[in-house]
Nanobody, 123 residues
Framework: VQLEESGGGSVQAGDSLRLACAAS????????MGWFRQVPGKEREFVASISRSGSDTMYADSAKGRFAISRDNALNKMFLQMNTLKPEDTGVYYC?????????????????WGQGTQVTVSS
């Protein structure tokens, strides 16, 4: 499985971005997926996760009410709609694939990762 993120960029506080994660390989719709964020000197931080069917989601407290995770299994893609962005949302965003069915909020559950896409939010 190969994962590739896109959609990052530099925006102002209050703006929106939509990240996408494209996957190649088999078993795309078998496992749950998620987004994590990392800044230099810190561990990868959970943002949101979605079940293999897309019917169940999980969010970090910092993302609730502002971010929305979704997936389109027919297109082999996952998305993260980020609204009302804040400077503290800045970081490299990684998409990941677990080996489980339900959403997971810990990095150890994820078996595959993309290369990341940079999101920078200026005040």
């Amino acid at each position: 499985v190969q994962l590739e993120e896109s959609g990052g960029g530099s925006v102002q506080a209050g703006d929106s971005l939509r990240l996408a994660c494209a996957a190649s390989g088999q078993l795309w719709d078998t496992w749950s997926m998620g987004w994590f964020r990392q800044v230099p000197g810190k561990e990868r931080e959970f943002v949101a996760s979605i079940s293999r069917s897309g019917s169940d989601t999980m969010y970090a407290d910092s993302a609730k009410g502002r971010f929305a995770i979704s997936r389109d299994n027919a297109l082999n893609k996952m998305f993260l709609q980020m609204n009302t962005l804040k400077p503290e949302d800045t970081g490299v965003y990684y998409c990941g694939m677990t080996g489980m069915y339900s959403p997971k909020d810990y990095a150890q559950a994820y078996l595959h990762w993309g290369q990341g896409t940079q999101v920078t939010v200026s005040s």
